[in-house]
């Protein structure tokens, strides 16, 4: 009985349904599923934004898996230090204090710290730090300061471990010669990013070829959204940099590629993420090319403020439908380069198997 009067409210609804749509104009209704789809949106966006607050690692996070993510940050920005070219004795106490910090928190959110491979690359990151500058004899007695006792020691006392071994490397030219006749997998493996460059100039040939591979990136329905800007002019790529941030230290690079994506290849508000995943694909896409014709490169973030996203706009005249997504500094590889370590998690920490 429940479910025969079940069915009677449902074909009641569906009548009211029809009767609605014929007597209600078809403008109107478009405009209510409009405002309709409106307020979903609006929703959907709300609820993606307080996921984010409610979850992104903060400062003053004491939980493991956000200390580890600052603990991870400060450990690539004291690798960076190590592989200039032009090494600094002395540099980065700000990082090192960070270093100290989220170490010691992570001490205290991680009953098995000792076995914790962020804890061992920090301890490597600064193992690396202490013997650098005892082969240069300078005094390391301030920086000493900023870490508890035992933590330096063990530091001073680490033994290198290929798992978690932090710093940099000294990466040959020579190494990359062949890169085309190599198989993806020693390819991708073998890929660093490289922030210093020979003066040789970059070939606009092989530049091309490298667009050519990456046109073969998939896109959400073949819309083919992401866009390329290719900066040679070094005055404007010192400007760009400059309001970009993230690449003080290192000399301009030959060449520097804006990777945009148009939003105009999207076609609703639920696609709002869209043009960040085409353009990531595009981009590592670009990566792997770049390596395979044997040009030296590094990703580097567009995460714009708004005063930045204007002054980058006027600057390359980058219209208003089209985001922002990463540079690519490319170069050529000089003889020898210092580069970051970058240790990887195990697979077994980011694969789950359902």
Known sequence: MAREGHGKLG?????????????????????FRGAKNQFSDRKAERIQSKRFI????????????????????????????????????????????????????LEKADDEYLQNPLYLQG?????????????????????????????WNNAHEYQTDSSANAGSFVMKASSKSNNLSKRFVELAKHRYSV??????????????????VSMKTPSVCNRQATRIYQITDSEKIESVLKIQGGFTGYAT?????????????????GERNEPFVDGGLFSMSLLYALEAYGLAACPLNA????????QTRELLNVPDYEFPVMYIAVGNFPES??????????????????
């Open 303 to 310: 995460m714009f403020s708004l005063s930045q996203d204007q």
């Open 54 to 105: 409610r979850w992104f690692s903060r400062d003053e996070s004491t939980d493991r898996a956000r200390v580890e993510t600052r603990l991870a940050f400060d450990i690539h920005r004291l690798e960076k230090g190590l592989s200039h070219v032009e090494f600094r004795d002395g540099f980065g106490k700000d990082v090192l204090l960070e270093l100290s910090k989220r170490m010691t928190l």
């Open 195 to 212: 922030r210093e460059y020979s003066t040789e100039p970059v070939s606009q040939e092989l530049l091309d070829k490298v667009y050519e």
């Open 11 to 31: 074909g009641i609804i569906m009548s009211a349904k029809r009767l609605l749509k014929n007597v209600v104009p078809k403008s109107l209704r478009d405009k």
């Open 253 to 269: 690079p030959p060449v520097l590629l804006l990777i945009v994506s148009d939003i105009r290849a999207f076609m609703n508000n």
């Open 337 to 354: 380069v210092p580069v970051c370590a970058s240790v990887r998690k195990k697979t077994e920490d980011v694969v789950i198997k359902i």
């Open 123 to 151: 301890l490597s990151v600064l193992h690396e730090y202490q013997r650098r500058h005892e082969i240069d004899e300078y005094d390391l007695s301030q920086v000493r300061s900023l870490f508890p006792e035992r933590l």
